[in-house]
T-cell receptor, first 114, second 112 residues
Framework: EAQVTQNPRYLITVTGKKLTVTCSQNMNHEYMSWYRQDPGLGLRQIYYSMNVEVTDKGDVPEGYKVSRKEKRNFPLILESPSPNQTSLYFC?????????????FGSGTQLSVL | QKEVEQDPGPLSVPEGAIVSLNCTYSNSAFQYFMWYRQYSRKGPELLMYTYSSGNKEDGRFTAQVDKSSKYISLFIRDSQPSDSATYLCAMSAYSSASKIIFGSGTRLSIRP
């Protein structure tokens, strides 16, 4: 089944404790991205990657890191999480092509930073 | 001012009603207009998209774009309880997925 898989689904941590949220897609998509979703603010892009070893900042990159060493994986790293990073996180992927690019989303990771 | 504005709701209507969901935007360069549906505890999934102005119909769903008013709508006919979800509008000036701007979403509930 074609899908974007995120892990974990739920995560509770404490301020300053480094964490990684994994994202993997099995559709051979070049494009991958991370969003955070907060009430009233909608989906905001954190980082995106157009292909392996190519990453770029989105609208809210502060406090986050990403890497794209393999085409299928795009982990999100919070080196020193803070309470304002408590949010619902989504990974998404898309095929890069001429014309409209449809985004496929994972099921989300609910992160709470205490 | 946000580039894309969407009433958060919640909107509650009886089964069978016609539902109208709307978004306004400020960037006249937007050309791609999308509606994503997000069920509780799930990621958004693309419902419909249109390019430039006009209408697009898919079963019970109709998407409308009025670029002169910077206003887009999604109509749901014969609404069903299974349509209960959050609906996010999204827009982009480019075909690339990296440039999509999302609305904050409208929570819709269809009462049986």
């Amino acid at each position: 089944e074609a899908q974007v898989t995120q892990n974990p689904r739920y995560l509770i941590t404490v301020t300053g404790k480094k964490l990684t949220v994994t994202c993997s897609q099995n559709m051979n998509h070049e494009y991958m991205s991370w969003y955070r979703q907060d009430p009233g603010l909608g989906l905001r892009q954190i980082y995106y990657s157009m292909n392996v070893e190519v990453t770029d900042k989105g609208d809210v990159p502060e406090g986050y890191k990403v890497s794209r060493k393999e085409k299928r994986n795009f982990p999100l790293i919070l080196e020193s999480p803070s309470p304002n990073q408590t949010s619902l996180y989504f990974c998404a992927s898309s095929l890069v092509r001429t014309g409209f690019e449809k985004l496929f989303f994972g099921s989300g990771t609910q992160l709470s930073v205490l | 001012q946000k580039e894309v504005e969407q009433d958060p709701g919640p909107l509650s209507v009886p089964e069978g009603a016609i539902v109208s969901l709307n978004c306004t935007y400020s960037n006249s360069a937007f050309q791609y207009f999308m509606w994503y549906r997000q069920y509780s505890r799930k990621g958004p999934e693309l419902l419909m998209y249109t390019y430039s102005s006009g209408n697009k119909e898919d079963g019970r769903f109709t998407a409308q774009v009025d670029k002169s008013s910077k206003y887009i709508s999604l109509f749901i006919r014969d609404s069903q309880p299974s349509d209960s979800a959050t609906y996010l509008c999204a827009m982009s000036a480019y075909s690339s997925a990296s440039k999509i701007i999302f609305g904050s979403g409208t929570r819709l509930s269809i009462r049986p």
